[in-house]
C-alpha cells in the first residue's frame, strides 16, 4: 500500500515540535532588512542624529585614549576653552545658564526671609535671665515643619542639625533665633551674590575680569541706597574705583582676574553691601569717608587725583606725586614705588614713566590698609632696596635717613638714627637677627607702623607720640557749655 494522496504528492508526517526552524540570520528577509537598516536609508533623522552622535563620542573616546597612552602617567592639566561660536561654547552657555536658574529658584526672597522671622518668633520661647529669644532642638524642629508648609521645601536645608550645632548654646541647650536668622539672610545674600558674579563670568573660569567686576558693582548700585542718587557722569569712575578694591585684595598676583570664591568671602563684599543702610544720617562722616565703597570716598580720592595733576595729563609724574599727603612721604619711597608697582613707557625710557589713575589707586590701598597683608606685602617691596627679600641695619639707616631730614627740617629735636633702628628691631624681633623679613612684619603685628615709620614723616611723629595721642582718645570731650 502507498501513503500518500492519490494525486502522487507526499506528507511529512513528523510532529510540529520536532521540525527544525532555519536561524534568524539565515532567512532572507531578515538579511534584507539588516542590510536596509545598516545603510541608513529607514532611518528616521532622530535615530540617524542618534547614531552620529554615537559615532562621534566613539571618536573622542578613542582620541582621549590613544592620547592618554601617549603621555603615559602624566594627567592633563591644560583644557582648551571652546571656540567663539562654537556647539560647544553654546551647549556651555546654556547649561550654566539653566544651572544658575535652578539655583536662583531654589533661594529665599523678601517673603520667604519675613515669613521665616515670623515663624521663628511665634514659635521660640523667651529667655527670663537675659529677653532674648531663644528655641530648643524640639522648637527647631517644629520651626522647619511650619516654615516647609508656608514657605516649601527650599527652607528645610537651613534646619540640619548640623546647622543647629553652630550656634552658641544655653545651660539648656537653646539657641538665640537672632543669629540663626542672620545666618540665613546672609547665606541668602552670598549665593545671590554668588549667582550674579557666575552670570558675569564669560568664559566660565571662575574669575571676574576688571570689566566682570565693574558691571557686578553697576548693577549693585540701584539696590545701595546711599549710591542711588550717584550723579550719571560719575557712574562709571565709581565702579572703577570700587573694582579696584576687590582686585587689590583678592589678585595678589597682579593677574588681571579675581577669584569669585575669594571675592565673596573677603571683607570687601562686606564693606560694599553696608551701603544698603536706608539713611546716611545713621552713618557718620568719618565712617562714609573710612568706607572706600562710599560715594564720598569716591569722590575725595578722584579729587586728589585731579589736584596732582597739574598738566592734566592722566598721570602722574615723580614730582607731582610728592605732593601727596603735604609732601610727608620720603623721596626715596617714591622712587621705590615707581621702580616696583609703576609700568615704564612705551617709549621704554625712565623720564616717560608715569603712574596711571589705576596704579594710583593701588598707592592709595596700599597707605590706607598698611596693616594687611596685601598692603604690607606692597609697601615691603618698596622698602627692599636690593630686591633680596629682607631688610638689612643698612637698609633700615638708607630708608630712615630720608624721613630724619624731613624730621629736623619741621623744627622737632634731633635724634639718633640708630636709636630709631634699635627700636624697629625691638619692635619687630625678627627670627633671623641680622635681617628683617616680610613674614617677620607680618608675625610682629606692627608691620604697619614700621612701614610708616620709614615712608612717612608723619607716621614717625605719631608713633614717637603714641602716648600722648591714646590720652587724648580716652579723655572725654568737654561738654558745651549751656
Known amino acids: 500500500m502507498y501513503s500518500g494522496s492519490s494525486d502522487g504528492e ?15 540570520s539565515s532567512m532572507l528577509w531578515v538579511r534584507n532588512l539588516r542590510r536596509y537598516i545598516g545603510s541608513g536609508a529607514g532611518l528616521g533623522s532622530e535615530a540617524l542624529m542618534e547614531l552620529e552622535t554615537k559615532r562621534i563620542l566613539l571618536e573622542i573616546f578613542k582620541d582621549k585614549q590613544q592620547k592618554s597612552q601617549e603621555a603615559g602617567t602624566i594627567p592633563s592639566f591644560y583644557k582648551k576653552k571652546p571656540e567663539e561660536g562654537s556647539i560647544s561654547g553654546r551647549v556651555q552657555r546654556l547649561a550654566k545658564y539653566r544651572f544658575l536658574k535652578k539655583q536662583s529658584d531654589l533661594l529665599l526672597n523678601s517673603d520667604d526671609l519675613a515669613a521665616m522671622w515670623n515663624c521663628l518668633r511665634e514659635n521660640c520661647v523667651i529667655d527670663d535671665a537675659t529677653g532674648a529669644e531663644k528655641m530648643n532642638y524640639e522648637d527647631f524642629c ?4 511650619v516654615c516647609t508648609e508656608q514657605i516649601g521645601p527650599k527652607c528645610r536645608r537651613f534646619f540640619s542639625p548640623s546647622n543647629f550645632m553652630k550656634f552658641e548654646k544655653d545651660e539648656a541647650g537653646r539657641i538665640a533665633i537672632l543669629p540663626f536668622y542672620l545666618y540665613v539672610m546672609r547665606t541668602v545674600s552670598l549665593t545671590q551674590a554668588r549667582i550674579d558674579m557666575s552670570e558675569l563670568d564669560e568664559d566660565s573660569d571662575g574669575f571676574l575680569q576688571s570689566h566682570e567686576m565693574e558691571s557686578y558693582i553697576l548693577g549693585l548700585i540701584p539696590n545701595l541706597a546711599q549710591l ?9 569712575m565709581y565702579c572703577r574705583i570700587a573694582s ?23 571683607n570687601c563684599l562686606q564693606e560694599l553691601m553696608e551701603l544698603h543702610q536706608e539713611s546716611e544720617e545713621e552713618v557718620t562722616d568719618t565712617e562714609q569717608a573710612e568706607n572706600w565703597f562710599s560715594l564720598t570716598s569716591a569722590q575725595r580720592i578722584c579729587d586728589m587725583f585731579l589736584a596732582l595733576d597739574k598738566d592734566c595729563s592722566g598721570s602722574l609724574s615723580k614730582q607731582e606725586l610728592k605732593e601727596y599727603a603735604d609732601g610727608t612721604l620720603t623721596e626715596i619711597f617714591i622712587e621705590r614705588v615707581f621702580d616696583e608697582h609703576v609700568r615704564r613707557g612705551k617709549s621704554g625710557s625712565g623720564n616717560s614713566r608715569e603712574m596711571d589713575f589705576d596704579s594710583f589707586l593701588d598707592f592709595v590701598l596700599a597707605l590706607e590698609n ?26 633700615i639707616h638708607s630708608l630712615f635717613r630720608d624721613v630724619h631730614q624731613k624730621w629736623i627740617e619741621g623744627g622737632n629735636y634731633e635724634l639718633c638714627i ?24 607680618l608675625g610682629c603685628k606692627q608691620g604697619g607702623t614700621v612701614a610708616s615709620m620709614l615712608i612717612d614723616v608723619r607716621g614717625f611723629w605719631a608713633h614717637d607720640n603714641r602716648e600722648n595721642l591714646l590720652q587724648e582718645e580716652e579723655e572725654p570731650p568737654e561738654e558745651e557749655s549751656q
Open 244 to 266: 579696584q578694591k576687590f582686585f587689590f585684595f583678592c589678585d595678589p598676583h597682579r593677574r588681571g582676574k579675581a577669584c569669585i570664591k575669594k571675592i565673596l568671602l573677603s
Open 10 to 24: 507526499s506528507h511529512d508526517t513528523t510532529p510540529p515540535t520536532q521540525r527544525k526552524i532555519p536561524p534568524a
Open 142 to 145: 517644629h520651626i522647619a515643619s
Open 418 to 441: 640708630e636709636d630709631v633702628r634699635d627700636e624697629i628691631w625691638d619692635m619687630v624681633k625678627p627670627s633671623d637677627p641680622l635681617k628683617i623679613t616680610l613674614d617677620d612684619l
Open 370 to 395: 598698611k596693616d594687611t597683608q596685601e598692603g604690607l606685602t606692597y609697601l615691603f617691596r618698596c622698602l627692599d632696596l636690593q630686591g633680596r627679600g629682607f631688610l638689612t641695619t643698612a637698609d
Open 228 to 236: 542711588r542718587d550717584m550723579p550719571e557722569p560719575f557712574t562709571q
